[in-house]
């Protein structure tokens, strides 16, 4: 099954659309016994190619990350979407200031500007996706498959290269 591939803007803005209303992701980072995958809640911020998440100094992602930036990000909706990026952990009490809420200051116990919360970028650097939502481009994805007929780009899966 061939893929289209999308570059810089035309998939940024084709990402952005399908992530904008999932705020959980799963995030994967590579251990020493193999890959993890953990639920992370996606800041507010409009895509622009980073995402952006909290997380804690003291735990094992913490560490994972500054063994290996090298991470995926899940996101289930109105489609599947995987994003492959590097991540970095950044200190930056004015972000996490910006993007801080009273809903962290409970889930996390603590405030934004506790030294113990850094942030987490991922700069995306692939992504693929498979629309499930879109009713309609499923159907004439089955009647050509069954009809012998090699679907054409209206099918389900497409690589954005950021």
Do not use: C
């Not at 639920?39 to 909290?54: A, I, N």
């Not at 990000?73 to 995987?82: E, H, R």
């Not at 809420?101 to 942030?119: F, R, V």
Request: glycine share 4%.
């Amino acid at each position: 099954m061939a893929k289209k591939a999308m570059y810089n803007q035309e998939g940024l803005e084709k990402l952005r659309e399908l992530i904008k209303d999932v705020d959980i992701a799963m995030l994967t980072t590579q251990t020493a016994e193999g890959l993890l995958s953990r639920p992370m809640k996606t800041q507010e911020v409009e895509f622009d190619g980073d995402l952006w998440f909290l997380t804690k100094k003291d735990t094992d992602k913490y560490q994972e990350l500054q063994q290996n930036p090298d991470v995926n990000v899940a996101y289930v909706g109105k489609s599947y979407v995987s994003i492959r990026g590097k991540a970095e952990l950044v200190e930056s009490l004015d972000k996490k200031k910006e993007i801080w809420n009273e809903a962290y200051e409970k889930l996390l116990q603590t405030s934004y500007d506790d030294p113990n919360i850094i942030l987490l970028k991922v700069e995306a650097e692939s992504a693929e996706y498979w629309e499930s939502g879109n009713m309609a481009k499923k159907m004439v994805y089955l009647v050509k498959r069954m009809t012998g007929n090699e679907p054409d780009s209206t099918n389900m899966n497409e690589t954005i290269e950021l």
